[in-house]
């Protein structure tokens, strides 16, 4: 079994910053990747930013500049650090882990329940 927990969302004003944690644990070999995805009310799932092991980091256009992704492979965990937040970036936001659970198996994507971002004067 893996779990995967997000913490660190909150209600901040606009032009301010929030930090989200995430971490894998429970039965891992190995991770490939982790990344996070946002669902705001009424929309669908976007893609947010991701980090391969290597420190490869790939971002959506529309937080480029303003999110950093960043990871701990000791603790399994990333970190998305928001600066600059806008009101549109108000969603829940989840984190994923791309996990092989023994050597040569197939990787699977494991989802956290999600956290909070509200983004409001």
């Known amino acids: 079994q893996v779990h995967v927990v997000e913490s660190g969302g909150g209600l901040v004003q606009p032009g301010g910053s929030l930090r989200l944690s995430c971490a894998a644990s429970?039965?891992?070999?190995?991770?490939?990747?982790m990344g996070w995805y946002r669902q705001a009310p009424g929309k669908q799932r976007e893609f947010v930013a991701s980090?391969?092991?290597?420190?490869?980091?790939n971002y959506a256009d529309s937080v480029k500049g303003r999110f950093t992704i960043s990871g701990d492979n000791a603790k399994n965990t990333v970190y998305l650090q928001m600066n600059s937040l806008k009101p549109e970036d108000t969603a829940v936001y989840s984190c994923?882990?791309?996990?092989?659970?023994?050597?040569?198996?197939?990787?699977?994507?494991?989802w956290g329940q999600g956290t909070q971002v509200t983004v409001s004067s």
């Open positions: 994923y882990a791309d996990v092989t659970q023994i050597r040569g198996g197939v990787p699977i994507d494991y």
């Open positions: 429970g039965s891992i070999f190995s991770i490939y990747a």
């Open positions: 980090m391969i092991t290597s420190g490869s980091t």
